[in-house]
């Protein structure tokens, strides 16, 4: 069974940044997509961004484009998610998953809280 660790959630002020960071424990998962999602309180957990084994590929939900960036280091197993421009929206726990390829996410870290304040 693969692990996901995040790391690097915290609390910050509204126009700060923060960098969120998933090592996973096997080798298998540098091929994966790999992917960040967020859960707000209330609301359902959503992905807000992935990106393909090249890196050739990543996607943005329309709430973060702009102002995160993701990235990847394949010889680490690491993903990481640079978040510039915080708002009090981005506020959530943030999880990374890793996909096959097959639509699915199979494997997803324990989650890191991120608050933004106003």
């Known amino acids: 069974q693969a692990q996901l660790v995040e790391s690097g959630g915290g609390l910050v002020q509204a126009g700060g940044s923060l960098r969120l960071s998933c090592a996973a424990s096997?080798?298998?998962?540098?091929?994966?997509?790999l992917g960040w999602f967020r859960q707000a309180p209330g609301k359902e957990r959503a992905l807000i961004a992935s990106?393909?084994?090249?890196?050739?590929?990543?996607y943005f939900a329309d709430s973060v484009k702009g102002r995160f960036t993701i990235s990847r280091d394949n010889a680490k197993i690491t993903v990481y998610l640079q978040m510039i421009n915080l708002k009090p929206e981005d506020t959530a726990v943030y999880y990374c998953?890793?996909?096959?390829?097959?639509?699915?996410?199979?494997?997803w870290g324990q989650g890191t809280q991120v608050t933004v304040s106003s």
């Open positions: 998953a890793a996909n096959p390829g097959q639509g699915q996410y199979l494997y």
């Open positions: 096997e080798r298998t998962l540098s091929t994966w997509t």
């Open positions: 990106i393909t084994e090249t890196g050739f590929i990543r």
